[in-house]
């Protein structure tokens, strides 16, 4: 920390004192958080880092950010207070409110950084203002329908949606949205032939600052699982800037007809990869708004890319916070760990990484992160992105590694921590309820009207994964088929009390029901061998499925 600290010493000797302090969250890296009369406390928490198997690139994200924004905050005339603590953030700024006094902070968004400063708050040590990193309020929230305006589940993101784009005006024209709709999803649907070429992602500069915290990380984080390389990082406000830039001009004119595709040749084919900093506030969600309204796009892309900014990332919000991480309310749990489905099973080795970590030493890597192949291409195609990444886009999170997990009845909140852990930009208001609420149908209809799964014909058809794959994806399963299928018909076999009841599973379920006999027998011995085999850590071939078994 040598080059860090040296610098900060060096900006705040020039600055004097202020008269009050404002805590900033490791989320809430922008000006706009900071008073133009306060100093500046940012705390770095080990025991936070440690909490979880986070990605190394996650905490490098996280980590140097913080850093690099305090640099900025004292270069810009303000004196910055830089605390590692040995204990949890309360810990430390009870200590920074004893010298400096009373200190606020907005609003966190995470309910896990709300929890650790509680006490503070209770012994006035620390007073806690709006958070200003939002477009909507929790009043769009409560006025965008029935149910909302009666503070209870269902909520529904196009409602929100809706709602939203009429107070602000945006892609309207009047009272009607421009183009005759307000979502073109449907036409969002593409798959990809290869053209036009996707983009590379920016490659960015590792500075002194940055490079120190890679080293922390390989020294105190090495156990942690993934991939470190610090070029692929934007840790610097004018990296942010850098890197919307490269989006407007390089995925944004594309982003909309292949908004849902997959493909081996590009992790994020024409998706911004924005969510990393812009959950960090490196970014404000109203600068992106603001500018994409102002490109002349073609209005599927910038449509599609508004809703999944001021839709789903502010709905899921809202959802998080009338929920309290889903540990109250319809569809919550106490222990936030809703499962409607009734599902327990294991996450399998496969969702962590099977092969060396590139650069690493891999022996020091706990042996709970250490994977195996799954023998599916599309899961582990995502599952080493993920990995090499920490990142991937949002169809891959939904339809393969969300569907997948589904599909076996892995434990929602297993698979919700694991997304926690592994993706740079997942937090508990986002992470929890695109797969508590979405990816796994755990919190029941609170949110969504139905579970997002499929069989293999959804795969093959939006990607090219299947191309790849010792299994075919239009053959019976016993006979080199994929099992996904299979898996799809038992997952409805399984859960039929509960899915007869949901109204956009009227159809599948009535197909389900005429399945015969020893087709479903058929099924549930397939999910039973994928349990077995995945459980073990072995990778799935053709073999397992045919009529005499192993």
Request: some cysteine.
């Amino acid at each position: 920390m040598r080059s860090f600290t040296r610098q900060l010493a060096a900006l705040n000797a020039r600055t004097p004192a202020p008269s009050r302090y404002v805590y900033v969250a490791y989320d809430q890296l922008h000006d706009t958080f900071v008073p133009d009369d306060a100093g500046v406390i940012v705390v770095e928490c080990p025991q936070k880092a440690a909490r979880r198997p986070y990605h190394r690139q996650k905490l490098a994200l996280v980590l140097a950010n913080g850093r690099h924004f305090a640099l900025e905050q004292a270069a810009r005339g303000r004196r910055v207070v830089h605390i590692v603590s040995d204990g949890d953030f309360a810990h430390a700024l009870r200590q920074a409110a004893a010298t400096h006094g009373p200190l606020s902070c907005a609003r966190p968004a995470e309910r896990e950084l709300r929890i650790d400063l509680q006490p503070l708050v209770d012994e006035g040590a620390l007073r806690v203002t709006p958070h200003p990193g939002w477009v909507s309020s929790d009043a769009d929230f409560l006025a965008s329908s029935p149910s909302a305006a009666a503070g209870g589940p269902p909520w529904r993101m196009d409602a929100f949606y809706r709602a939203l784009r009429r107070r602000t005006g945006w892609l309207m024209e009047g009272d009607k949205p421009r183009g005759g709709r307000f979502s073109f999803d449907g036409d969002n649907r593409q798959r990809w032939p290869g053209t036009p070429a996707a983009p590379a992602p920016p490659r960015f500069v590792v500075d002194d600052v940055t490079a120190e915290v890679g080293e922390l990380i390989l020294r105190r984080y090495s156990s942690h699982p993934g991939t470190l390389d610090l070029t692929t990082l934007p840790t610097t406000a004018d990296d942010a800037t850098a890197l919307w830039t490269w989006a407007k001009a390089s995925c944004l004119p594309h982003f909309g007809p292949f908004e849902d595709a997959m493909a081996t040749a590009s992790r994020g084919l024409f998706h911004t990869r924005l969510s990393g900093v812009l959950n960090l506030h490196r970014l404000l969600p109203r600068q992106i708004v603001d500018d994409v309204l102002a490109l002349q796009l073609p209005l599927s892309s910038q449509e599609g890319f508004l809703r999944q900014v001021i839709g789903w990332r502010e709905f899921v919000h809202h959802v998080h916070e009338r929920t309290d991480g889903f540990t109250r309310g319809p569809g919550s749990s106490p222990d936030g760990a809703p499962s409607a489905l009734g599902a327990h099973e294991a996450l399998p080795q496969a969702f962590w990484p099977s092969s060396p970590t590139p650069g690493t030493d891999d022996v020091v890597i706990d042996a709970r992160w250490r994977g195996a192949k799954s023998g599916l291409s599309c899961l582990d195609r995502v599952v080493d992105d993920v990995w090499a990444e920490g990142y991937s886009h949002h169809i891959t999170r939904l339809m393969v590694l969300a569907n997948i997990a589904t599909l076996l009845d892995v434990e929602p909140r297993a698979l919700t921590d694991w997304f926690w852990a592994a993706y740079v930009d997942a937090f508990d208001w986002v992470v929890e309820p695109n797969v508590l609420g979405m990816g796994t149908f755990a919190a029941g209809d609170v949110m969504t009207t139905k579970p997002y799964v499929a069989g293999s014909a959804y795969v093959d058809k939006m990607s090219d994964y299947c191309g790849g794959c010792t299994f075919r994806p239009k053959k019976p399963v016993d006979d080199g088929g994929c099992p996904l299928t299979s898996l799809y018909w038992a997952f409805l076999h399984r859960h039929a009390d509960v899915l007869d009841d949901v109204d956009r599973m009227k159809l599948p379920m009535a197909s389900a029901r005429k399945r015969t006999p020893a087709q479903k027998t058929a099924d549930e011995r397939v999910y039973a061998i994928t349990r077995r085999v995945l459980g073990a850590g072995e990778p799935l071939a053709p073999r397992h499925f045919l009529a005499s078994g192993r």
